[in-house]
């Protein structure tokens, strides 16, 4: 099971713009440079970000993004609705199967999505920000969740 590119490029983008603590925006070839992607992807992925409340675009010579509110109060989860609307694991439990009454795996992915659910609901950004920046002081940094 893997989580889509545009999603954990979008946590780690959040996370980047989350790391200028407010001092300035973030710009779109800057974040690219850092993060290693597309600067036309970022683009998109922050339109996306935007629409969701989770940054905020600036126009002109020092424009750029910053995030739309407190890190403290942006989860994974947050991040993942803003890009495709954070869905099931499987679409019987949106309501999509015919089986949905007599599958006995149902259950299996009720707890499956319920684990992962708690997981992004329970990690902010500004956590994220925080391992960031100490990854950075030691040396090392990955986004890779």
């Given at each position: 099971?893997?989580?889509?590119?545009?999603?954990?490029?979008?946590?780690?983008i959040?996370?980047y713009i989350?790391?200028?603590?407010?001092?300035?925006?973030a710009?779109?070839?800057?974040?690219?440079?850092?993060?290693d992607?597309?600067a036309?992807?970022?683009?998109q992925?922050?339109?996306?970000l935007?629409?969701g409340?989770?940054?905020?675009?600036?126009?002109?010579k020092?424009?750029?993004f910053?995030?739309?509110?407190d890190?403290?109060k942006?989860t994974?989860?947050?991040?993942?609705r803003?890009?495709?609307g954070r869905?099931?694991?499987?679409?019987?439990?949106e309501?999509?199967?015919?089986?949905?009454?007599?599958?006995a795996t149902?259950?299996?992915?009720?707890?499956?999505?319920?684990?992962?659910?708690?997981?992004?609901?329970g990690?902010?950004?500004a956590?994220l920000?925080?391992e960031s920046?100490?990854l950075?002081?030691?040396?090392?940094?990955?986004?890779?969740?």
């Amino acid at each position: 099971m893997r989580l889509p590119t545009k999603q954990r490029y979008a946590v780690r983008i959040a996370t980047y713009i989350g790391c200028q603590n407010g001092t300035r925006p973030a710009r779109k070839k800057e974040i690219a440079a850092a993060e290693d992607i597309p600067a036309d992807y970022i683009e998109q992925i922050c339109v996306r970000l935007k629409a969701g409340g989770i940054v905020e675009s600036h126009r002109g010579k020092n424009g750029g993004f910053s995030l739309a509110r407190d890190a403290a109060k942006i989860t994974v989860a947050d991040v993942m609705r803003a890009m495709d609307g954070r869905g099931a694991l499987v679409p019987c439990l949106e309501g999509d199967c015919k089986r949905t009454t007599i599958c006995a795996t149902k259950h299996v992915w009720e707890r499956a999505d319920a684990a992962l659910n708690k997981v992004l609901e329970g990690v902010t950004i500004a956590e994220l920000v925080n391992e960031s920046k100490r990854l950075t002081d030691s040396g090392t940094v990955s986004f890779d969740i």
